[in-house]
């Protein structure tokens, strides 16, 4: 409250100082047209209308000179303004240059991207069992992700540094522990006689040179789509002749509502076709008259520990 004092002083002293010499206009302008006195030997009524277009400009210019020097801010607008854009639109040039050069010189550099798996390992465990029955199981998942991860990402091209912790440092249990009492602790998510699939992500970019470093991402691993569920369709023409190229759009769509249904996101990207059934359903579709859909169904009961879905196609009218 007390930044905001200053400009609220300003601002009355300014309405002061113009009310003032609009008054003393006022007065002026009346005294004038009463007593019909002349300025420069013109006529009374243009004697007043010079009166009141001075008075305008001096309470103009008052303000203007109550601004200037109360405000530095005012004063640098009115006199560096110019060398201000400029030096605004030199900066931003900079900005958009420097991010260019940060897209050419890492962009070729970027070994993992942030929330990509960095090993194809994943570990399903039941949170509310015993200490002794889920840590040990979490220690041997975190090893066998170190590992891994040297294996696959410490040599050309990638070179990143290798992974130095191991699940019997200190450190590491602690982690280890405070990661399972988080899942025990979100109730809602996880409840009791939940399952839980943990997967090693990175948890920033990782570049050239960078240290390997993970996190894991939990998901609740129960039944996400169960076999016959329609996962997405596609309004067609009888008639028409499609390749199975044109599926891809039902393939995506079926992706993203896995995703939404609780599969990760890097499994979701793993969807087989029945490749056999995909085309009866195109070659039926092209002998056909009237309006159709084309659905996609997951062929099975489908989890997040899946890995993917398999997916069958169907033609039904609309």
């Given at each position: 409250?007390p930044?905001?004092l200053?400009?609220i002083a300003?601002?009355?002293a300014?309405t002061?100082?113009?009310g ?5 206009g006022?007065r002026?302008?009346?005294q ?11 006529r009374?009524k243009?004697?007043?209308t010079?009166v009141?277009v001075?008075?305008?400009m ?10 200037l020097?109360?405000?530095t801010?005012?004063r640098?607008a009115?006199f ?7 030096r605004?639109?030199e900066?931003?040039?900079q ?9 050419t ?10 929330g ?19 840590l040990?199981?979490l220690?041997s998942?975190?090893?066998?992700t170190?590992?891994?991860?040297d ?9 990143l ?5 191991h699940?019997s440092?200190p450190q ?16 809602v998510?996880?409840p009791a006689d939940?399952s839980?699939l943990?997967i090693?992500?990175a948890?920033q970019?990782m570049?050239?040179?960078?240290a ?9 691993d ?6 016959g569920?329609?996962l997405?369709s ?7 002749t ?9 393939t995506?769509?079926?992706s993203?509502?896995?995703v939404?249904r609780g599969?990760?996101?890097a ?10 059934e995909?085309?009866d359903v195109?070659?039926q579709?092209q002998?056909?008259r009237g309006?159709y859909r084309?659905v996609?169904?997951a062929?099975g009961?489908?989890y997040?520990?899946?890995g ?11």
């Amino acid at each position: 409250m007390p930044s905001v004092l200053p400009g609220i002083a300003g601002v009355l002293a300014i309405t002061i100082v113009a009310g003032l010499i609009a008054y003393i206009g006022d007065r002026v302008g009346h005294q004038v047209g009463r007593k019909r006195l002349t300025l420069f030997g013109l006529r009374p009524k243009y004697t007043s209308t010079i009166v009141a277009v001075a008075t305008g400009m001096l309470i103009a210019l008052s303000v203007t000179l109550i601004a200037l020097v109360a405000s530095t801010q005012v004063r640098t607008a009115f006199f560096r303004l110019g060398q201000i854009n400029a030096r605004i639109n030199e900066l931003q040039a900079q900005a958009i240059a420097q991010q260019n050069e940060l897209k050419t010189t890492r962009g070729n550099d970027l070994v993992i991207p942030i929330g990509a798996p960095i090993v194809n390992l994943a570990l399903t465990i039941r949170p509310f069992q015993p200490d002794d029955v889920v840590l040990p199981q979490l220690a041997s998942f975190f090893d066998q992700t170190v590992t891994q991860a040297d294996r696959a990402w410490t040599h050309d091209p990638y070179d990143l540094k290798p992974y130095r912790l191991h699940s019997s440092d200190p450190q590491i249990q602690q982690e280890l522990k405070r990661e399972l009492a988080r899942i025990r602790d979100d109730v809602v998510t996880y409840p009791a006689d939940t399952s839980v699939l943990l997967i090693p992500i990175a948890y920033q970019n990782m570049f050239h040179g960078d240290a390997l470093h993970f996190a894991f991402q939990h998901y609740v691993d129960r039944r996400i789509a169960a076999g016959g569920d329609v996962l997405a369709s596609m309004d067609v023409q009888g008639g028409q002749t499609l390749n199975l190229l044109a599926l891809q759009v039902l393939t995506g769509d079926a992706s993203r509502q896995l995703v939404t249904r609780g599969m990760p996101p890097a499994f979701a990207t793993n969807i087989a076709v029945n490749g056999n059934e995909a085309q009866d359903v195109l070659i039926q579709l092209q002998r056909l008259r009237g309006r159709y859909r084309i659905v996609a169904k997951a062929s099975g009961d489908v989890y997040p520990h899946s890995g993917g879905a398999l997916l069958d196609f169907g033609l039904v009218p609309r």
